[in-house]
Nanobody, 123 residues
């Protein structure tokens, strides 16, 4: 499974940022997808997930209300729109593919990981 994530970046507190992740047609058609993030020294944290059909969305408590996950079937691309960013959102963000049609909310449920992209929010 190949996942091509966009570059993250350096933003300021309160800014918005959109991450994208391109996947193969097969991956996009059959599996749930999502985003996790990790800070050095800490475990990977669930950010957001979306089912294969896009009908089911799940968000982590720390980002709920500030992020929106979506998928574009025509482009086979997953998106994560992040608003009102905070310094504690600074992390490496990973695009993931679930092992099934539903969103993976734990690392055990993840079938494939993207390479990760750094997002840094300055105060």
């Amino acid at each position: 499974v190949q996942l091509q994530a966009s570059r993250g970046g350096l933003v300021q507190t309160g800014d918005s940022l959109r991450l994208s992740c391109a996947a193969s047609v097969r991956t996009f058609r059959w599996y749930g997808m999502g985003w996790f993030r990790q800070v050095p020294g800490k475990e990977r944290e669930f950010v957001a997930g979306i089912s294969r059909t896009g009908n089911s969305l799940v968000y982590g408590d720390s980002v709920k209300g500030r992020v929106t996950i979506s998928r574009d079937s025509a482009k086979n691309t997953l998106y994560l729109e992040m608003n009102s960013l905070k310094p504690e959102d600074t992390a490496v963000y990973y695009c993931v593919v679930s092992k099934c049609a539903y969103a993976a909310t734990t690392t055990v449920e993840v079938g494939s990981w993207g390479r990760g992209t750094q997002v840094t929010v300055s105060s």
